[in-house]
C-alpha cells in the first residue's frame, strides 16, 4: 500500500455506525473518539510513515494504529493486552479499527519499529498545538478535577490539615517537656530570684485534646487494621505563638550573660545546659512557626492546600 492510501483509508472511508448481523450499535455523540479524529486530521505523519515500506505484505495502517493507542492512553490504559481486548470488545475502538483486531505483536512492532521517540514526541506535540487551536485546552495551566499541580508533583506537594494536626501535637508535647526542664534550671539554681525571671507556663490551644483523642484511636486502629480516622480538627493556632518560646530564649541568654557563661561549638567541646536547652527551645520555636503559617495558609475552610498555591 502507498503511504498516502494510509491517510486516505483511515480518514476519508472511516464510518460513524458499525452494522453487527445480531444488532445495531452506536457511539454517543460526544465520544471523545470524534475529538481524536477531527484533531488527527490535520496532522502530519510524514514522520510515521516514513517509518513504513512500500514492500512486503501490507501490515495495519500505522495512522489508525496511533489513533488506537492514543486514544487507549486517553482512557487511561496503558497495557498492550487490555489494549487488544478493547479492540475486539469496545465500540469505540472498533469504530477506529474499522472492524479490525490488532494482536499484541502488531502493537509492540509498533511501537519498537515505527512509533519511535522521535516520532511520538513530534506528533505529540502537533497535536497539543492542535487541541489548543480548537480550543480544549490553554497550555497555560494544568487543571485535574479543578485542583492545580505542578511538574512531576507528587503527594508531598501537599499540605494536610491531618498531618499537621499530628506533628504539632507531638511538638507540644516536646515544647511543654521543654518548659518544665527550663522552669528545673531556674529553681535549682535560683535564677528566677537573681535575675527576676518567671516560670514557664504552657499555653493552651483549644481543639488539641480533640486531635489527641483522634491520634490515639488511630494507634489502636492500626494495631487492627483499621481505616485510620479523618483528623481535620481546627484548632485555635494563634495561642501557639512561636513569640512564647522566644521570650523564653532571650531569659536563657540573660542568665548565660550574667553567669559568665559561653556558648561553644564545634567538635569535642560539651555544651552547657543552658546552651542545650535553647538550642532545643529555637528548633521547636521554628517548627512552631513553620505549623502556624501552613494553619493560616490553608485557613478554617480546606483541609489541604498545594505548596504550588
Not at 183 to 192: A, M, P, S, T
Not at 218 to 244: F, G, M, Q, V, Y
Request: some cysteine; overall charge neutral.
Amino acid at each position: 500500500m502507498q503511504k498516502q492510501d494510509y491517510y486516505n483509508e483511515f480518514f476519508e472511508l472511516g464510518q460513524q455506525k458499525i452494522n453487527f448481523s445480531f444488532f445495531e450499535l452506536c457511539l454517543p455523540d460526544d465520544d471523545p473518539v470524534y475529538t481524536l479524529k477531527k484533531v488527527m486530521e490535520d496532522l502530519d505523519f510524514s514522520g510515521l510513515l516514513a517509518n513504513c515500506s512500500d514492500k512486503g505484505r501490507i501490515g495495519y495502517n500505522p495512522i489508525m494504529m496511533y489513533a488506537v493507542v492514543t486514544y487507549a492512553n486517553m482512557r487511561g490504559v496503558r497495557a498492550v493486552d487490555r489494549i487488544v481486548e478493547l479492540c475486539e470488545r469496545d465500540l469505540a475502538f472498533i469504530w477506529l479499527t474499522k472492524g479490525q483486531k490488532p494482536k499484541r505483536d502488531a502493537f509492540y512492532e509498533f511501537k519498537n519499529k515505527r512509533l519511535t521517540s522521535d516520532v511520538l514526541d513530534e506528533l505529540n506535540y502537533q497535536f497539543l498545538r492542535r487541541l489548543q487551536k480548537e480550543g480544549f485546552i490553554t497550555l497555560k495551566s494544568l487543571f485535574i478535577d479543578g485542583t492545580k499541580i505542578e511538574a512531576n508533583a507528587n503527594r508531598y506537594t501537599f499540605v494536610w490539615r491531618g498531618t499537621l494536626n499530628y506533628h504539632l501535637a507531638g511538638l507540644l508535647d516536646t515544647i511543654d517537656s521543654l518548659y518544665q526542664k527550663y522552669n528545673v534550671l531556674i529553681d535549682e539554681n535560683e535564677y528566677g530570684i537573681k535575675y527576676d525571671i518567671p516560670h514557664a507556663h504552657m499555653f493552651v490551644i483549644e481543639g488539641m485534646e480533640k486531635v489527641r483523642d483522634v491520634i490515639e484511636k488511630n494507634r489502636k486502629r492500626k494495631l487492627t487494621k483499621h481505616k485510620k480516622l479523618s483528623n481535620n480538627t481546627i484548632i485555635e493556632i494563634d495561642n501557639c505563638s512561636p513569640l512564647e518560646v522566644l521570650k523564653l530564649q532571650k531569659n536563657l541568654l540573660q542568665i548565660a550573660e550574667q553567669e559568665q557563661i559561653t556558648f561553644v561549638c564545634g567538635k569535642g567541646k560539651r555544651k552547657p545546659e543552658i546552651q542545650q536547652l535553647y538550642e532545643e527551645l529555637e528548633a521547636c520555636g521554628e517548627r512552631l512557626m513553620g505549623y502556624k503559617e501552613c494553619f493560616e495558609i490553608m485557613g478554617t475552610d480546606r483541609n489541604s492546600y498545594s505548596k504550588t498555591d
